[in-house]
């Protein structure tokens, strides 16, 4: 019993003390460190956007894009291209006549189409692409020209104030006027001033009738109607009677010979004006044989023959006008 009661006593010391032992303090829970964030990194250069899109965002050409959203070319003028487009300024539509711009708009798929489709040319044209007098068809069919003066380059009559605006599907030359395409009068009396091509030209000169019988029997008609360009040495009706007698109809019967052969002689390729040539000057003709121009006292000649008229201007080319049939080299 006495042991009991000393045990009892020496476990109320021992929790006694561990009461008024000091407490440990609780192991504090390290934070995992934060990660440190890349810096984000800077976008791509966007792309430009589409013509249309350019000339929204410039904010100087809302006249243009409402005349265009009202004659249906928006989506013509978002889609693939290239396109370049001369596009007038708000201040230039501006100065037309009063009621100009309301009238056309009234009537979008009429006039106000044409003049659109007249500020555009196929292609991209940059500013370096230009030269004086250089002319360029646009997408409404009339052609527009360049002049290059002073450092200033014009369409017709406008002044481009700002070029080579890049787009997507093309590029914007910034005009200060609005031009016009010719009227329909006018485009036909242009058309009637263009010349025909090299086989027209000689067909309406009246002088060159077996040169051209010549050529249609040789199959070259449409050669020579072609693109080109060509420079043709044609001889007149007189210069093919002087030929010993007999020798036409010889070559007539046999076409596909010693004709075509002549006939090529006499054409070199590209177009060679008068002023081009010099005393001495060799070119080769489509037969492969070439010619020799001799000048001397203002007087030219193509191996034998004498050019008696020159620079007759064809839609493909030129004609000179020679007093004698010059023979390719025998073989």
Do not use: R, W
């Amino acid at each position: 019993m006495h042991f009991m009661k000393t045990l009892a006593l020496l476990l109320v010391v021992a929790l006694a003390t561990a009461a008024c032992a000091p407490v440990a303090p609780a192991p504090t829970a390290t934070a995992a460190p934060t990660p440190t964030e890349s810096p984000a990194e800077a976008p791509a250069d966007e792309a430009p956007g589409t013509i249309v899109d350019i000339a929204v965002s410039a904010g100087n050409f809302e006249t243009l894009v409402a005349a265009v959203s009202a004659a249906g070319l928006v989506e013509t003028l978002q889609g693939e291209g290239p396109f370049t487009v001369f596009a007038p300024t708000d201040e230039a539509f501006a100065a037309l006549p009063e009621g100009t711009l309301e009238a056309l708009l009234a009537d979008p798929e009429g006039q106000l189409t044409q003049i659109l489709l007249y500020h555009v040319v196929p292609g991209k044209v940059m500013s370096s692409d230009l030269s004086d007098g250089m002319t360029a068809e646009t997408v409404q069919g009339s052609p527009v020209t360049f002049s290059i003066a002073d450092g200033v380059v014009k369409v017709n009559d406008a002044t481009v104030i700002a070029a080579d605006i890049e787009a997507s599907n093309g590029v914007i030359h910034v005009i200060d006027k609005v031009i016009l395409p010719p009227s329909e009068e006018e485009a036909e009396e242009a058309a009637a001033e263009t010349p025909g091509t090299i086989p027209e030209v000689a067909a309406a000169a009246g002088n060159f009738q077996t040169l051209l019988a010549a050529v249609t029997a040789a199959g070259l008609a449409d050669a020579l109607a072609g693109e080109g360009p060509f420079t043709v040495f044609a001889p007149t009706d007189e210069a093919f009677a002087a030929l010993p007698e007999g020798t036409v109809e010889s070559l007539l019967a046999d076409p596909q010979g010693a004709l075509t052969q002549i006939l090529l002689y006499h054409v070199v390729p590209g177009k060679v004006m008068s002023s081009d040539l010099s005393d001495g000057m060799t070119a080769e003709t489509l037969q492969g044989a070439p010619v020799t121009f001799s000048i001397a006292d203002g007087v030219v000649k193509v191996n034998d023959a004498t050019v008696i008229a020159a620079d007759i201007e064809a839609s493909n080319g030129v004609i000179h006008v020679i007093d004698a049939v010059i023979l390719p080299p025998s073989e």
